[in-house]
């Protein structure tokens, strides 16, 4: 429940919002114009003062005044392309001080022409129209003041309405411009994204399929080579014919997902069915027939909800993190030890964790492997994140332990 507090602050901070949007609406053009428009316009003004002194040299302090009126006028169009409203003000200021001294419009019609034309270009519709109404009722303030009728009015309107609507045009032409530079720049930046989370997506598929699969051949070749028997040694040659082909089923599975779809990557002799075609039942009894392979004790506890109903997404990215952890086993493990599964569910969360006995450390000394290339964890982890899982691994007790949370759905 909200307090009368925080009630209070929420309805101050919004009434404290609404000024400073309306300010930043009225007062200053949210897409400041590029500096060469500021060099531009502030030339335009500088060539209009300089035409008025030669056609007008100031000759007396009456003069002089005039003199400044205009430049003020003529100053407010610099200031236009970044505070439109501002500008009007100014220009209504001094050009009306010009205007009752002197009676050549002429010089702040042009000014004027310039200023709405520069105004309609920075300003919302809106804003120029609220802009264009004030600046013909000040002519026609004006033109009273000074002539007893409207004349100067519809001189001004016959100039600046025109002035107005190519500037508007023109604003709108460089505001979807803007709009549309912005847009690709996204673009671009959305697609640099897409294109490392592929590559980040193949990196964890190739650590996974390669990774595992040739460790576990090094790790078996490697415990044979040594051996005079020929039934231990045509076994060995058996087990790593076997791996041979379950790396390259996945390794087609992951070509046949890069490329278009039907193509046909099928390899004559290799069968289809590859890990991540399993469910997690057969996919969890083969892992742990691989952990016996390799000489491990695994003892399982399976607690799953049979209500629950598992995402293809969470079945194949827990097998592949089972995977990877049975090669973790494989590397840092004491070997012949014991290899604890628990796995379990909820309505939310499918949960698992795999500890192993490893292998001793001198104090201080990293966990390394001859075979170890350090991507092991950080996969387990980036695929746990990308279903908004979590996952963690580290020595418990002696034991090495990887503790996964993936959601059901």
Known sequence: MTGPAETAETGAGSAA???????????ANRA?????FYVVSGCVAAFFVIDYVLNNPPGSGQD???????????????????????AAAIFMVFAGA??????????????????????????RIPVTGYIVIALLLWSAVISLAQHGDLFYLATFALFCLPAAFVGVAFGGLRRRIVHTEQA??????????????????????????????????????????????????????AEVHDL??????????????LREPGTDTAVQGVPERSLLDMELYDGLEYLKGRF???????????DLDPDVRLSRATVSSALRILQECCTNVAKYAVPGSEVTIELSSTQEWLTFTVDSTMKEQPRGARRTSPLSSGQGVLGIVERASLLRGYAAAEPVGGRWSVWVMLPVG
Request: proline share 3%.
């Open 184 to 237: 690709n720049r996204e673009l671009a930046e959305n697609s640099e994204r897409v294109r490392v989370r592929e590559r980040e997506s193949l990196a964890r598929d190739l650590h996974d399929i390669v990774a595992h699969q040739l460790t576990i051949i090094s790790l078996v070749s490697g415990s044979k080579r040594r051996s005079t028997d020929v039934e231990k040694l045509r076994e060995s040659t």
């Open 32 to 36: 400041p114009l590029p500096v060469i």
């Open 64 to 86: 002089l005044l005039e003199l400044l009126a205009f430049a003020g006028a003529s100053a407010s169009l610099p200031v236009a392309c970044r505070y439109p409203v501002t």
């Open 292 to 302: 016996s392979a390799l000489g491990f004790g695994v003892e399982s506890l399976i």
């Open 17 to 27: 919002t609404a000024p400073r949007s309306l300010a930043s609406a009225m007062w």
């Open 244 to 257: 041979s082909n379950e790396a390259l089923r996945d390794l087609r599975k992951l070509v046949s997902i």
């Open 98 to 123: 010009f205007a009752l001294w002197d009676d050549q419009i002429g010089f702040i019609t042009l000014v004027a022409f310039i200023l709405t034309a520069v105004i309609g270009a920075v300003s």
